[in-house]
């Protein structure tokens, strides 16, 4: 295709991807380096029955004229990086040096909201991603072996989770898990504490949000890889089972190998969609034991306090930075298999 | 196959069937449940005192005379006027659908046949773009679109979800077009079609699969989005999705976590219908990517 024609088809995608996706992360970076302005305050003499005094008041004009003159606010270089909502280097460093167990500094740093939420967005993608990728194989195997009936049903019934809007799905859970809901209810009745509630306990809140991260992201490991278990060749499995190997052998030596280039797949787009982890948060409700990257940007904009760009900017950018580095494998892979392909 | 089947030993196929019966479970209850608690009143649904009121209903029997109550459907609907969040929400996704595929089409086509390098390091670039979590990018577009007066319409958030949509639209189309034979729009150009009409006449008519499929997931993604919908519009221009957070902030009254209950369900009710109809077309979409790539 000449070079003109190519300019011209792919123009109008280019450029919206342009402007509101290239745009906006460098706009994010700039706006990381300013802050909201203070309020201008002028002197005044305030006169009463008592004498007159010189006092500070907020000169609401100056300060709306401020705000319109420079809407993105003052420069301030790196400072909202370093500030306690984000790195919080200096209140690290004191932690360093006045804890005496590396435990202890942990748990200080744990108490800085940028870390806090750091560590559930770690812990929820590190966990989740290999969770998913191992029921949803499980999900496939068993499925390829149930009569050909069955299996569109079941396969319906299996898209759901992943198909519904996240903040549904995880709305729906969350009512079901409430104390007052069935699960919360037979929970407690298994465990015969009535005062046991998901949503009390910051670790069970964790495990709550896991478990819904599996369910909603297990049926495209399941679809994936039930594909990939028709492509198996029969031949191979065929040698095997003459060779003697039983059925774990065959599934462990000749399927899995097979599916491998599948298992990174899924692991490499898992890993980038969980780390946005945000959704079921707002739906479950969860901040006050969970917050995510996410999250905190959200907050950040509607929270309720009006919106504070120059936070958001910098957690955004330490977020992009995050998913640059969950990028580059996949980045490499698909160099990888491109690479002398034509496109 | 099928003679492996029969070889199976019986503990393996009962350790089967209970395992798929109990994902089958945990993935379809979560929907009927919350679909049977919707016709019930609060002190059913989330009952203080026993669960098994929300099977019977012994609460909406004595508030409303009957076993099932639509009241949570009245409120969320009429009341609450989920309604124009609903006609916001279809005037969103057609949009975004249809632009998306126009200009998908377009840039996929050109990226499947251009054959030059620059095409592949767009396709890298648009996977750079793909990963960018939406909140980052919506917090670069706030302070210019309150600035521009521009925040709080149906047509921004339009133009936002389609730009988000083109990384994955412009990968799955190029994928799709790839399969199409070369040797169809070259003949049409030796015969004497330009470029363009080439696509047109030629490459038009045969490409509707491809683009059916990619179209889901566009809709899907439309659809299900909550951090640009919750975000770019205000109050008067509510989408579904935020306007049922909306009612969770309003729980405190009785009932109102009923009208949420309703209007998850209605939100629900398209999306079954579409993975009812193109239950074939979503597992082709999804495993295109991975299982050729």
Redo the contacts between chains.
């Keep these: 295709m000449k070079n003109r024609t190519f300019f011209w088809f792919i123009l109008p995608s280019l450029v919206t991807m342009m402007l509101f996706i290239a745009l906006p992360i460098g706009s994010v970076f700039i706006q990381s380096l300013h802050i909201e302005h203070t309020t201008v305050l002028k002197e005044v003499k305030n006169c009463g029955p008592f004498g007159c005094k010189l006092e500070m008041q907020v000169d609401v004009d100056a300060t709306s004229q401020l705000k319109k003159d420079r809407p993105l606010g003052k420069f301030n270089g790196f400072g909202t990086y370093k500030n306690r909502n984000h790195l919080a280097v200096s209140e690290l460093s004191t932690a360093w040096t006045n804890s005496p167990t590396f435990g202890v500094f942990l748990s200080e740093a744990y108490n800085l909201p940028f870390y806090r939420a750091l560590a559930f967005t770690l812990t929820y993608t590190f966990l989740v991603t290999p969770l998913v990728v191992m029921l949803g194989f499980c999900i496939a195997l068993a499925v390829n072996s149930l009569p050909k009936r069955i299996k569109g049903p079941t396969i319906f019934v299996s898209l759901l989770p992943m198909i519904v809007t996240p903040l549904i799905g995880s709305l729906i859970l969350f009512w079901m898990i409430d104390s007052e809901g069935i699960l919360g209810a037979s929970l407690q009745w298994i465990f015969e504490d009535p005062s046991l509630s998901l949503k009390a306990s910051p670790t069970l809140t964790w495990a709550m949000l896991i478990v819904y991260g599996v369910w909603h992201s297990a049926p495209f490991a399941f679809i994936i890889f039930y594909a990939g278990l028709q492509t198996v060749p029969a031949e191979t499995i065929e040698a095997a089972m003459i060779d003697g190997a039983s059925r774990w052998e065959r599934t462990r030596y000749v399927i899995l190998p097979h599916l491998v280039p599948l298992i990174v797949f899924i692991a490499l787009i898992q890993l980038m969609d969980n780390f946005r982890v945000f959704e079921p948060i707002v739906g479950f409700s969860a901040q006050a034991s969970a917050t995510s990257l996410s999250w905190i940007i959200f907050n950040d904009l509607a929270g309720g306090e009006g919106s504070f760009f120059g936070s958001a900017g910098a957690t955004s950018v330490l977020t992009i930075l995050g998913v640059a580095v969950l990028l580059i494998p996949v980045l490499f892979r698909t160099w990888r298999d491109f690479k002398g392909k034509v496109v | ?1 099928s003679e ?2 029969h070889r ?1 030993p019986k503990s ?1 196929n009962i350790v ?1 069937w209970v ?2 019966l109990c ?2 479970v ?3 209850f ?2 009927l ?2 679909m049977w ?1 919707s016709f019930k009143v609060q002190g059913d ?4 005192a026993d ?1 098994t009121y ?1 099977i019977s209903g012994v609460r909406t029997q004595i508030e409303t005379g009957g076993a099932f109550t639509g009241d949570g459907y009245f409120g969320a609907w009429v009341t609450k006027s989920f309604w124009t969040a609903a006609l916001n929400t279809m005037i969103v996704v057609i949009s975004v659908v249809v632009i998306s595929l ?3 089409t ?2 996929g ?8 390098k620059y ?2 390091y ?3 670039l ?4 793909r ?14 679109f ?2 521009w007066n521009i925040w709080g319409h149906l047509p921004t958030a339009i ?2 979800m ?3 949509n ?2 994955f639209t ?1 990968w799955m189309l190029h994928s799709f077009f790839l399969n199409i034979p070369k040797d169809l729009d070259e003949s049409a150009m030796v015969d004497g079609c330009t ?2 009409q080439a ?1 047109r006449r030629v490459i038009v008519p045969v490409m509707w699969p491809g683009v059916i499929t990619t179209g889901l997931f566009s809709f ?1 993604l439309a ?2 989005d ?2 640009v919908t ?2 770019l519009l205000g109050q008067s221009s509510q989408t579904m ?1 935020p306007k ?2 909306s009612f ?1 902030g309003t729980t405190q009254t009785e009932g109102n ?1 009923m009208f ?2 309703a209007a ?1 369900v209605s ?2 009710a398209p ?2 219908i ?3 109809f193109f ?1 074939r077309q ?2 082709s979409g ?2 295109a ?3 050729k ?1």
């Design positions: 196959m492996l089947i199976r393996l089967i395992f798929v994902w089958v945990a993935a379809g979560p929907f449940w919350t608690g649904f989330f009952s203080k669960w929300a126009t200009l998908g377009l840039g086509y050109a990226l499947a046949r251009s054959g030059k095409a592949f767009l396709l890298m648009a996977l750079v773009f990963a960018m979590p939406h909140i980052t990018l919506v917090s670069g577009y706030l302070l210019p309150f600035e133009i936002v389609v730009a988000i083109q990384p412009l470029r363009f696509f899907l659809y299900n909550f951090t919750a975000t999705v049922i957070a969770l976590v949420a209950v998850v939100a629900t999306l079954f579409l993975v009812m239950q979503i597992v999804l495993t990517g991975a299982v790539g």
